[in-house]
């Protein structure tokens, strides 16, 4: 079983930036690729992005790309999302995710067990 507890979710100015961060306890986080999603008021959760169990190469959705970058740190069991150039648009409950995922499933969040219990950013124009 894994817990996942993500912070740093916050209200900042259109064209800030923030860091969320998630941290892992209860499995071998080396071996799960992460992701995260966001779910915005009368939406549907989307995602926003994933790296593989052994980090390397990340992915991202086409709303966030060029502006979020996430990273992951084995040894600290955590992974993190830098949000910049944020807009109106990015306000949302921020989801970390984790699971044994193949590849090709990576953006989908059926693919992932465990999740947190979400972070608030919201982001005023």
């Known amino acids: 079983q894994v817990q996942l507890v993500e912070s740093g979710g916050d209200l900042v100015q259109a064209g800030g930036s923030l860091r969320l961060s998630c941290a892992a306890s209860?499995?071998?986080?080396?071996?799960?690729?992460m992701a995260w999603f966001r779910q915005a008021p009368g939406k549907e959760r989307e995602f926003v992005a994933a790296?593989?169990?052994?980090?390397?190469?990340?992915y991202y959705g086409d709303s966030v790309k060029g502006r979020f970058t996430m990273s992951r740190d084995n040894s600290k069991n955590t992974v993190s999302l830098r949000m910049n150039s944020l807009e109106p648009e990015d306000t949302a409950v921020y989801y970390c995710?984790?699971?044994?995922?193949?590849?090709?499933?990576?953006?989908?969040?059926?693919?992932?067990?465990?999740w947190g219990q979400g972070t608030q950013v919201t982001v005023s124009s």
């Open positions: 995710a984790a699971g044994r995922v193949i590849l090709s499933s990576l953006r989908t969040q059926s693919a992932y067990t465990y």
């Open positions: 790296i593989k169990a052994g980090g390397g190469t990340t």
């Open positions: 209860g499995g071998t986080f080396s071996g799960y690729g």
